[in-house]
């Protein structure tokens, strides 16, 4: 059996929540949006032998952004498998604001720690002038943040690597691997920019999200992406996930994690079981506290 903890999925109620990144007449304007704007539950999260769901971790996904407590009251009233959540909270309020809404999360038992998307606004959210002292309250209550910007930017990680520098306590996820890519120019500045990031012991990265940059990547990307993921960030700092139910776009849910099963037991040079279940399982395990 190999025990997985799905360390970024996304669960959706639109009947109680607004997602207004959903709707047809906002953006993103992705023409197969439709596939995933529909309701999605733990139910959802099948997974047959060898392959074991343990838990899963749960990234904000716009339910209510101006009240994020909401969707964490939702899912601590419907999940009933073992889960984190990683809510949604702006890290440019005022840090009064920022404080009494990071309070209310913390009364809720599942979250662990927050993402604000940066993605094309990452260096001048990063810039920002309440940002450096949210992110030192984040780190003083020991929540985690996720990082979600593309590695290709070279000044939004200039400014990264400052406030990582001076914020030593912060444990930093990357989500989707930094958002790679397969241009070649591009591709060199994200590795550049990866390597950067992985000297830091407090930053982790999560391999998923390849769907994100190509509705019909091949294992051969998917592979490289892992391998220098591995290679610079070691066994023991990396993640494996599906982003679930964006992965749709390629695969169900069952084809991602077989796909990717099938990834490491092919990987080179060899992969222990050990080393296995530390990508699946292990480290999303304790880098999420879900030993507390």
Known sequence: MIKIIDSHIHLFDLNKGNYQWLKPENPPFWPDKGIIA????EQDLTLSSPLYLSGFVHIEAGFDNEHPWREIAWLENTCKLAFRSIAMLDITLPEPIFTEQLEKLMRYPSVVGIRHILDGDAQVILNHQHTQANLALLADKRLSFELQMPL???AAVDSLITIIQSTTDLMFCINHAGSPTTDNK???????NLKRLAKFNTVFIKCSGYEMTDRHYLPSWQ???VALCLANFGISRVMLASNFPLSLWHSSYQDTWRNTYT????????LSSKNIAQLCYQNAYLFYKFNH
């Open 186 to 192: 591009q591709q060199t500045t994200w590795l550049d």
């Open 152 to 154: 290709t930017d070279i």
């Open 263 to 270: 990834l490491l037991q092919d990987y080179k040079p060899c």
């Open 38 to 41: 529909n309701n999605f539950s």
């Open 223 to 225: 592979h490289h992406i």
